[in-house]
């Protein structure tokens, strides 16, 4: 198995990336040359890291027969302080809305996720440390 | 430094993620579920790493003066055998369009974007190799 991306620079310092089928826009501050058409690149491994583990728990959670009335995850991440700077630390958290949702079923979901399912996860913890919370809200 | 990501559910495996303040669509094939409303996940680590040493790129050689016609960067990459399955090899072809290009200033800006600039890459190689060749088309 294998995957392709492509990236064609438009002008200044945007680019057009073809993934899947679909355009990103991709794209620098003002202060470096951009014009901020889009995000810049390098928050799109947290956007990764996000959707991978996000998809798998709504996956999950769908065979548990658990349903959500809402469902997010927000990542932080730091970075080292030399460069090339890079990520070192992830911190995502599992945030569900919902009456009476069963803990235990949330926690063995973004378990699965975390140890067993989701390859950015996997990756990122080659050169990275990953912590997670859950946070139920009412 | 830090960054942060917010991602949203917002039906079956459809996903809006907050990067920057621009919003992608994430959401996954028909056969799992999905509408393909947006790419999958995992690929946009590719987008991040083609993004991250082309914008360094075009930037390096605009302090060289070196002006270019046109410039893609494609990134194919391999992925593990086993799961949870990640990639483990990352090729990325530098495409410049131009005439009379000085390949070993393009050699220069991409080596630069490499060996010291670009966060992604080094962040990738501590889990996988990254390989590049660099193609002008007159």
Not at 54 to 73: A, T
Not at 122 to 138: D, F, G, N, Q, Y
Request: proline share 4%; aromatic share 6%.
């Amino acid at each position: 198995m294998s995957a392709k991306v492509e990236l064609k620079w438009t002008n200044d310092m945007s680019f057009e990336a073809s993934v899947n089928g679909h355009t990103i826009i991709l794209d620098a501050e003002p202060h470096v040359g951009g014009q901020d058409r889009g995000p810049r690149p390098k928050p799109l491994i947290l956007v990764a890291l996000a959707g991978c583990t996000g998809m798998d728990v709504i996956s999950i959670l769908n065979k548990m027969r658990v349903q959500v009335d809402g469902f997010k995850v927000d990542v932080d991440a730091t970075m080292t302080e030399e460069h090339p700077r890079y990520y070192d630390h992830f911190t995502i958290k599992y945030i569900f809305k919902g009456n009476d949702l069963p803990m235990d079923k949330l926690e063995k979901a973004v378990n699965l996720s975390q140890e067993k399912y989701c390859g950015v996860s996997e990756m990122l913890r080659k050169s990275s440390t990953i912590s997670h919370e859950i946070i139920i809200e009412e």
